[in-house]
């Protein structure tokens, strides 16, 4: 059995997969000595940082908008089990190991010592057991829910103080990997999402949702201090107005930058870009149960009206590469043998003929949640004329896109996350961010296949028929792979380049000038 493999991935990075129990990369405090002649790093100092954000954020680690900003917050107040650093490599966090019995149906979590919450409490296998229930309750609106649903609520047994038994429904493979779910964040067993206690990095000061949060240094973090003394997070309705700040010094770092306007960003003295690639897409989605895109003719029309050069070029100002209707780009599965898809208007125009839509005319609904949304559905309108397609794009403020989230019947999103992991989100039938309403009988079923599947490589094999299928006839058009840049002041050092796409959300060894 192949436990552990790395796979080539673009910029030289890798991602490590592991089943049953490996030996995972230890999170330790890191070296903060300078060198090379850099100045050493230095303690105190505030620093800012502007997200896109609206009346519906939260600070809730379980129940939230799933919104970049915030994410970004519930990153600082509480951690995972497991992580996947910078170069998309799996590490520990709140658990130390795991390992399953023979049929992959019960895992046993081995939890890491000498942790606290930010009340001073101790962290153990009974807050572990307690987000779960709290994710698992049958009236709970968690947006992991649907992540962990092959867990037997009753099958969770705290061993020890530092020891939890997981019995599943179902066997499940890849379990480690699953912890590392922005949705799957462990809190204490009271949780108040009133007054907000976690173990992360940061701790809980103020919140006022649509306007700013505040949060201050936890000196007792398992992995080490921060540096700056407190973290304050803006929020700002559109790009413009955050880089305007960050321009004039009242924000240090913005969480993104229009990459249409990224070259000019970089023009301004003292300001910097943060070019990270990343596993994020930017799907146009169609509601596969509702007229015309429950036709199959229709959904492959779209798909052959994208331009995914122009796209990438345009939407995304050439910050990204072009994709191939499947997702999961930093897999370790070789990629499935299926021809790129390419642009084909006369071909697009038979489709939609053929399907009585000769001249269609839809909405696509988008929003300014991440950069390249609304460049996307903006770019595919205009392609679409050209096949006849009438597309009118509905840019509106997050929280009314947000509202109806699971309702346009055309639209744009982002996702990022592990394969299995956001398959099962946003693919599965009932899946909890499955905005396509798509429902495949076959790639649930191998879907369940993966999940219980340790061997690497005969889960690639399942992996690369569930791409497949997707290719062929899912509600997505996964155009494009999206670089995450972010802008930062000349005071800011220590932001690094991250796969994930989340380095602004990696704040431990970010500091400021004093």
């Known amino acids: 059995m192949n436990l552990l493999r790395r796979s080539a991935r673009p910029a030289g990075a890798a991602l490590a997969v592991i089943a049953l129990a490996v030996s995972l990369a230890a999170c330790a405090p890191p070296d903060r000595g300078g060198s090379g002649g850099e100045a050493a790093p230095q303690e105190g100092g505030t620093l800012r940082i502007a997200a896109p954000g609206s009346a519906n954020d939260s600070v809730d680690p379980h129940i939230n908008s799933g919104s970049v900003i915030d994410l970004l917050r519930t990153e600082q107040l509480f951690d995972n089990l497991t992580k996947y650093d910078e170069n998309f490599e799996l590490t520990w966090q709140l658990a130390e190991s795991m390992e399953a019995n023979e049929t992959n149906d019960v895992w046993t979590i081995h939890l890491r010592d000498g942790v606290k919450f930010h009340d001073g409490s101790d962290f153990g296998a009974d807050d572990v057991i ?3 229930d709290r994710i698992l309750a049958p009236d709970s609106t968690a947006n992991g829910a649907s992540l962990v649903s092959f867990i037997d609520p009753a099958g969770l047994t705290a061993v020890d103080d530092l020891t939890v038994e997981v019995r599943l429904a179902e066997p499940y493979g890849p379990f480690p990997e699953l912890w590392t779910n922005k949705y799957l964040r462990i809190a204490p067993a009271e949780f108040d999402p009133q007054n907000p206690v976690g173990t992360g990095p ?32 803006v929020d700002f309705a559109d790009n413009a ?27 301004v003295p003292g300001l910097n870009l943060l070019d990270s690639e990343t596993n994020m897409y930017i799907p146009i989605t169609m509601r596969t149960d509702v007229a015309p895109f429950d036709d199959p003719r229709v959904r ?6 994208a331009d995914r050069e122009e796209l990438v070029a345009v939407a995304l100002n050439g910050y990204g590469a072009v994709a191939n209707d499947y997702i999961g780009r930093y897999s370790v599965c070789e990629a499935p043998d299926l021809p790129q898809r390419e642009q084909d208007i006369e071909r697009a125009k038979e489709l939609l003929s053929d399907a009585g839509y000769a001249d269609l005319s839809v909405e696509i609904a988008t929003t300014n949640g991440t950069v390249g949304m609304v460049e996307a559905a903006q770019v595919f309108s205009e392609q679409a004329k050209a096949a006849g397609v009438t597309i009118t794009v509905n840019n509106m403020d997050a929280s009314v896109f947000l509202d109806n989230y699971k309702n346009w019947p055309l639209s744009v999103d982002f996702y990022t996350d592990s394969y299995l992991q956001v398959a099962n989100r946003t693919l599965s039938t009932g899946g909890g961010s499955n905005v396509t309403h798509w429902s495949n009988a076959e790639f649930d079923g191998l879907l369940r296949s993966a999940m219980e599947e340790s061997d690497v490589d005969a889960r690639c094999q399942i992996e690369n028929e569930m791409k497949t299928i997707e290719y062929n006839d899912s509600g997505n058009i996964v155009w ?7 802008a930062y002041s000349d005071n800011v050092h220590g932001l690094v380049p991250n796969a994930t796409g989340k ?12």
């Open 130 to 132: 307690a987000s779960l």
């Open 202 to 233: 940061f701790e809980y000061k103020s919140f006022t949702p649509g306007t700013t949060s505040v949060f201050t240094r936890n000196e007792d973090y398992w992995a080490g201090a921060p540096l700056v003394d407190e973290l304050e997070i």
């Open 241 to 267: 107005s955050a880089i305007n700040a960050l321009k004039g010094g009242q924000i240090d770092v913005t969480y993104s930058v229009p990459l249409s306007e990224a070259a000019t960003v970089a023009e």
């Open 300 to 305: 492959e029309a779209f798909k052959l009206i």
């Open 480 to 486: 494009g792979w999206a670089n995450v840049v972010n």
């Open 503 to 514: 380095a602004v959300n990696q704040l431990t060894e970010v500091w400021v000038d004093q």
